[in-house]
């Protein structure tokens, strides 16, 4: 190899090649356009990597300041986007060390000494997608805030809560977004979890057997701030668990996004009038002039699609792979970084929609969740919401619950014929089902007092939802 000119990948291995690849095998075999997005993960690992080499009288102390000069402004050429990324490269480890050698000579060739493509395309990505994993349990953390503001200000507002999308019983609004504050409150758990497997160092597995040079992988880890090294060269080259652990938190989050879309989308149509969002989430119609669509909880529904599908391509690249590393492995990047991508510009968007934007005028958060309270307590008012209430009123007289199940069936077909709540039939009327009924009933007939009947932990009464709303509080502090 020619000493400064390392501009074909050809040229990375040797002269053992009798033909040149053709152009289709190279696009074909080629990461560099999607994998580039790696190029600050590839350069911290190196100088980690140069940096112990240099420690361990590797390599000397001159070609690591050579590395490190170099590399400098390699990410000075990046960040400006002057570097030249040749496709002939294939992928971004091979054009920044390409790169490297051009600036600095023979120390760019002794960089890899100790290493291979295949324990550092390990370490980077896992170096990537541990810093997406903070920036997404930040975002998730920030949603989570966003709804227990809303909660907050709708803890007496009155839902009617639905079993099999039927009016079961009345919920109180806040309690149910705090439902979805206990989705995304795993999810964040969940991300934490995966963090710490996915923040161990493969670098020093080299191609799959370890190496001959006498390596400090303890110190790369430290320096790289990870929390240890993956202890086991064939494993740490070709161990992809924690992508498909990632896509599989960020999928089960997605589903929480979509649960949560699809009740904002019911909300929002003319048939319920619960909620409006802002404007800006949703778009008009070509054709018909009345309509606002809500697209944007319609998208994220369908982007849960996508993200399901990056976690089923996941795990069927590493189905039946043997040991060790495998180029179907360079197929991990595009699904992982799409999953990323997605579930961040979902969060963000979702922050926004539910909390409003701040108005650095006011310093106050604008465009929210607007919350139509009225239409919510008559559509609770219309479905019977309160039968079990008057079923566990018939309980306290002495009945048997079955018993009382049957009698109230009664009383609500009386009210469906009268067309009238359960509250508006007459004493009288209500005594002819159960004559132990008195006046009091009307009391738990009523949302308010069904509401507030129902305050044990973890219930819908106003006080326990106050009580799990400070909880929030503390542990979102
Ligand atoms: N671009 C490759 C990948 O993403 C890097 C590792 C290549 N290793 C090899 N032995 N061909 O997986």
């Known amino acids: 190899m020619s000493t400064n000119q390392l501009d074909k990948k050809s040229e990375a291995w040797s002269a053992l090649f009798s033909e040149p690849m053709s152009e289709l095998v190279k696009r074909y075999t ?26 361990q009288n590797i390599i000397a102390a ?4 050579d590395i490190q000069r170099g590399m400098a402004q390699i990410r000075s050429e990046i960040e400006a ?18 790169r490297l050698t051009q600036l600095v000579g023979d120390a760019g060739k002794r960089l890899h000494t100790g290493r291979s493509r295949n324990d550092q ?15 997404i349990s930040d975002l998730l953390k920030e949603l989570q805030v966003a709804l ?23 919920v109180s609004f806040a309690h149910h977004l705090l439902a979805y504050v206990e989705m995304f409150a795993r999810d964040a758990e969940r991300m934490a979890d995966v963090r710490r497997r996915t923040n161990r160092l493969p ?57 949560f879309s699809e009740e904002l989308i019911l909300w929002m149509s003319q048939n319920f009038g619960f909620v409006k969002i802002a404007d800006r989430f949703t778009t008009g119609s070509s054709i018909m002039p009345q309509k606002k669509n809500p697209d944007v909880p319609e998208l994220a529904r369908g982007k849960t699609g996508r993200v399901v599908g990056h976690l089923m391509g996941l795990i069927t690249l590493m189905k039946g792979q043997p040991l060790a590393y495998n180029k179907d492995n360079q197929e991990d990047k595009e699904p992982l970084f799409d999953t990323v991508d997605t579930l961040k510009d979902t969060l963000r968007i979702f922050c926004e929609m539910v909390g409003g934007q701040l108005n650095p005028a006011t310093g106050q958060k604008e465009g929210g969740i ?3 309270a009225q239409a919510m307590e008559a559509a609770a008012n219309k479905g019977y919401a309160t039968a079990t209430d ?6 306290k007289k002495g009945l048997p619950f079955r018993d009382a199940h049957e009698t109230v069936a009664h009383a609500v077909k009386a009210a469906t014929s009268h067309n009238c709540d359960l509250s508006e039939l007459p004493l009288t009327v209500l005594q002819g089902f159960n004559a132990s009924i008195e006046k009091d009933v009307y009391e738990c007939l009523s949302l308010r007092g069904s509401l507030n009947a129902r305050n044990t932990l973890g219930g819908t009464a106003p006080a326990q939802v106050k009580a799990q709303i400070a909880r929030h509080r503390v542990r979102l502090a």
């Not at 001159?62 to 300041?65: E, R």
């Not at 008057?390 to 309980?395: C, F, H, R, W």
Request: aromatic share 8%; proline share 2%.
């Open 30 to 55: 080629a990461s560099v356009f999607f994998d580039k997005r790696l190029w600050l993960a590839d350069i911290t690992g190196s100088l980690a990597h140069a940096e112990m080499l240099a420690a």
């Open 62 to 65: 001159s070609d690591l300041a």
């Open 81 to 98: 986007g002057s570097f030249e990324w040749k496709l002939d490269l294939e992928d971004v480890h091979l054009n920044i060390e390409a």
């Open 121 to 135: 395309v390990a370490t980077d990505v896992r170096l990537w997608l541990r810093d997406e994993i903070d920036l």
């Open 148 to 170: 227990v503001d809303v909660a907050e200000k709708n803890v007496d507002v009155i839902l009617p809560g639905f079993t099999h999308l039927q009016v079961a019983q009345p």
């Open 203 to 259: 670098l020093g597995s080299a191609a799959l057997a370890g190496t001959t040079y006498p390596l400090d992988r303890e110190r790369v880890a430290q320096t790289l701030g990870m929390e240890g090294v993956c202890q086991n060269s064939l494993d740490g080259v070709s161990d992809r668990d924690f992508a498909i652990e990632f896509t599989a938190a960020a999928s089960l989050c997605m589903v929480h996004i979509s649960r």
């Open 370 to 372: 607007t919350v139509n």
């Open 390 to 395: 008057l079923a566990d009123y018939l309980v």
